[in-house]
Every structure is written in structure tokens, then in C-alpha cells.
């Protein structure tokens, strides 16, 4: 599994000119089902992001969650993120998750990821959509399973 962490002041997601969702200060989290992640995997993730510490307190230490500042998360579900992109310059994508599992996962991702407290919205999954988002400071964070 892949997960790719933005802290935002704001951020939306729309499809065909429709905005689906809408948060203000928080994460967008966008999350890649890989071939062979199953939900051990999602509820790791899951855990992870609800308490990755990536807010400042008072003291402007980054030592708070999104559940410490009450933020949101946008969950938008992106196989891009297993772009193999080292042979040649058209990137392959074999090593996501097929539809139906990629669905699956993004789903029970965004369900765990409320179970742990944290407000979610969401994207469509496997549709074209344009999202917008104020990168706060920027902060980002890429997360692999391969590399827990």
C-alpha cells in the first residue's frame, strides 16, 4: 500500500465540474492499493494517519494529529501512486491492486480511518477527478508498506 499525505489549510474534490467533498484544515490523503495488500495493511495506514503528528502546538512543535486539531481528512483514492516509471517514459501500473480490490481497500481505508476518529470525505473512486488543495507549509509525507 501506498499513501501519500498532504497537510492542507483547505481542499476540495470535483468531478466533472460537481464538487463531491470539501474540508478545511486537515489531510488529504491519497491512498494506493497495491497487488498482495490486504486489510492488515489498511488498518496500519489507517492507524498511522489518524496519529501521525504532523500539526503544531502551541509551542509551533509538530506534536498534534489531525484528531488533536480536529481536522479532516480527504480521501482520494490515486493508482498512479504505483507508477513504475524506471524503464522508459511511459510509466506502468501493474503493481496496483485490480479494481475491484483497489475499491475494496480504498473503502475499508476510509472506514477505519473514521473508526479512529477521524472526519472523512471523499473522492470517486476509479473517476477523473480535479482536486484542489492549499498545501500548509508544505508538508508531505510519502508512506510504503515496503518500507515499514
Known sequence: MRVLLQRTSEASVAVD??????????????????????????????RKVANMR???????????SVQDVGGEALVISQFTLAADWRRGNRPGFSAAADPETGER???????????????VKTGRFAAHM????VNDGPMTIWMDSGER
Open 17 to 46: 465540474g460537481e464538487t463531491l467533498a470539501a474540508i478545511g484544515a486537515g489531510l488529504v490523503v491519497f491512498v494506493c492499493a497495491e497487488k498482495g495488500d490486504g486489510d492488515d495493511a489498511v488498518d496500519f495506514f489507517a
Open 54 to 64: 504532523l500539526f503544531a502546538d502551541d509551542d509551533g512543535k509538530t506534536n498534534l
Open 105 to 119: 481497500l480504498y473503502a475499508l481505508f476510509c472506514k477505519r480511518l473514521a473508526e479512529e476518529g477521524v472526519p
Open 130 to 133: 480535479d482536486v484542489q488543495l
